[in-house]
């Protein structure tokens, strides 16, 4: 994959997952803006990226605002000339069931996730148009999006709202030659390494450098960060032109098409539904085969 003469936006890119897409970004070729809160994370990243010949310029930004994300965009272009992609993966945690969610907890980590890709996105959008070359837009989502998660009622709405995003922005840019995609990552974080199931194999890999068992990366789909980053690095390169509106989920060995929402089974009524016709056929009819929710919980094998 070669992003030579591209410059890339990456939102909250200081470690993690997003420091993995600007690295993989900039080893392809891309020159790349890192973004981040703190401006420690930011200039490690920047020095990690030209120490192996990239190139890198940092802004230390919160995402959400207008202000934040039109100084991103306009960063890429005054340092390197031009944006071709915008990578939305900034985010924050502010886990807690509903009856114990704060109207803080909520509005955080909806303005950080959604708003900031909201935002981040319609800067980039704007300036892809005004080149006129085409672009291309990555939007950061989730499982918890997809399927929910016990404890993310903020979490699990703004991811699920940004692959509602990308499908509604594929076509809206399709004329402009910009793509849009949302990817699913599921990968070895601070945040995965809590996980009951996942913690002392994630931790023993750590520390013998051993790789992480077959289970872990085929059945959970779970790996490092550099597996997810792949994706990044094939959705931004003139291999994907025609791949858009998709939601794809990468992690470990796994690579995974997420299906969009349609209806899975249908009835009719002359004259329409009363609350009694449909009690009567709910569970033998539409009903009979209800749809799952939430996350599966991890299991490891038995040894």
Not at 205 to 228: F, H, N, Q
Request: net charge negative.
């Amino acid at each position: 994959m070669d992003l030579q003469g591209k410059v890339a936006v990456v939102t909250g890119s200081g470690r993690g997952l997003g420091l993995a897409y600007a690295q993989a970004l900039a080893a392809a070729g891309a020159a790349v803006v890192v973004n981040d809160i703190d401006p420690e994370a930011v200039h490690t990243a920047v020095d990690a990226i030209t120490s192996q010949g990239g190139k890198a310029a940092g802004v230390v930004a919160a995402v959400g605002d207008t202000a934040a994300a039109e100084h991103i965009v306009e960063t890429a272009v005054r340092e390197f000339g031009r944006l071709d992609v915008c990578v939305t993966n900034a985010g924050i945690l502010r886990d807690r069931v509903l009856w114990k969610m704060t109207d803080d907890d909520f509005d955080a980590v909806v303005k950080v996730h959604l708003r900031g890709t909201f935002t981040c996105a319609r800067a980039a959008a704007v300036r892809m148009r005004e080149q006129g070359t085409g672009g291309r837009l990555v939007l950061i989502s989730s499982p918890a999006g997809q399927r929910g998660n016990f404890g993310q009622t903020n979490y699990a709405a703004a991811k699920a709202g940004i692959v509602a995003m990308a499908r509604t922005w594929a076509m809206e840019l399709a004329r402009a030659g910009i793509t849009v995609n949302a990817v699913v990552p599921v990968a070895a974080t601070e945040m995965t390494k809590t996980i009951p199931a996942f913690a002392p194999v994630i931790a023993d890999s750590e520390r013998t450098g051993a790789p992480l068992p077959d289970w872990l990366r085929k059945d959970e789909g779970l790996g490092t960060v550099e597996d997810v980053a792949s994706l990044i690095t094939f959705l931004a390169s003139e291999a994907a032109k025609d791949v858009t509106g998709q939601a794809i989920g990468i992690g470990g060995d796994r690579l995974a098409l997420w299906a969009h929402p349609k209806e899975k089974s249908v009835a009719f009524a002359d004259g329409g539904w009363s609350a009694d016709a449909i009690g009567a056929q709910w569970h033998s009819g539409v009903g009979a085969d209800p749809e799952t929710y939430g996350i599966p919980a991890p299991q490891a094998p038995e040894v």
